[in-house]
């Protein structure tokens, strides 16, 4: 199944997100692609859900090559008390977030990929990512408080 | 020192991530991807139901062939040859009587079935045969009578059958003073006639020395 670019540029900002690298995002991509080639898709939707878990278990495999990939690591009986649209009232200049961006797990960039591109609540992120609620919560309000923090420290200087 | 102008960040997310775009080789690349595997998945869909076409085809062609072959064979052959073949056919196979016997009278006891009467023909050369017995037969069809008859140790059929005009065609008929037309299938000689109402369809083929008779 052919996909016209905008449909490989969505893919292509989501494989960004995980990789956090253009290029590493294009070869993502890329692979993904051959990789689905021969599977038969009726819609793009379908094709593209099924690129973008491709996408998703190839980084996944690589970053557990490379180190442990941070998505269990979170306490899911921690307590939450916050809302889901917690991070709505978080203000970010736009320099600090690209700067950030890297230093930022891979799993938190996709929650942020998810709420702010593609408009998903909370619940359907955390089905996207097969993760709880709470855990899902738990990460944005770590989310949001490293942001704070590190945008703090770098009006600080510190960063 | 200027301070950074602040957004959501739901907005500075999807700002980043505009920023973040393929170059035109980039595209063209993944597109050439597709594109190759989409031909090469269209060949493969060819090529994968061609062999099924083909030979879907070919089994049709063999039986069109067929059923022509056996439909022109039997619109080749006329109505007398149709029933010689029959006869000569039935008669070769020898099958088992159902009933055993010299009268003609036992006989007609024997099929009160059919919708005729058995009966004896008038024609010259039944005379030197003698009835041994018959069964339950069919002539193109329609319910008939398979006598067999002896002249030694010759074995003869005869068929009697009510004669259809709109079946069998027009035949010789004896009261009429017509001759039996003689007919040729699988080497045996075939009488076939018309007399009383009744089709007779007598074989005569060459005495066979040691052939079994198969009469059950």
Known sequence: MELDRTSLEKLYRYAYTLTANQADAYDLLHNAIETGLNRPSDTAEKYIAYLRVIMRNRFIDEYRHNQSFPHEDIDDHSPVSMSGSSLEDVVIASHDLSVLWKTIEPVDREVLYFWAVEGLNMREISEKLEISRGTLLSRIHRLRKRLSENVNDRQRGQV | ?216
Not at chain 2, 42 to 70: C, E, N
């Open chain 2, 1 to 216: 020192m200027k301070k950074p102008f602040k957004r959501p960040l739901k907005q500075q997310v999807q700002n980043h991530l505009d920023q973040v775009q393929m170059d035109t080789s980039q595209f063209t690349a993944l597109e050439k991807l597709m594109a190759n595997n989409e031909q090469k998945e269209k060949k493969d869909s060819r090529s994968s139901w061609v062999p099924l076409a083909a030979a879907g085809m070919f089994f049709f062609a063999v039986i069109t062939a067929f059923m022509a072959l056996q439909f022109s064979k039997d619109n080749l052959l006329t109505m007398p040859q149709q029933i010689a073949e029959e006869v000569v056919s039935n008669h070769l196979k020898l099958k088992p009587l159902e009933v055993k016997t010299g009268s003609i009278d036992a006989v007609r006891g024997y099929f009160n079935k059919l919708d005729f009467m058995p009966v004896e023909s008038s024609l010259q050369a039944l005379g030197n045969l003698q009835l041994i017995g018959g069964r339950y037969c069919s002539l193109q069809g329609i319910t008939a009578a398979q006598l067999r008859m002896k002249q030694g140790k010759n074995l003869q059929t005869l068929y009697e059958t009510e004669y259809v005009p709109a079946v069998f065609g027009d035949l010789p008929s004896l009261e009429k003073g017509e001759a039996p037309l003689v007919i040729y299938a699988k080497g045996i000689k075939v009488k076939v006639w018309v007399e009383k109402g009744l089709l007779f369809a007598l074989t005569d083929s060459p005495a066979v020395t040691g052939r079994k008779e198969n009469d059950g």
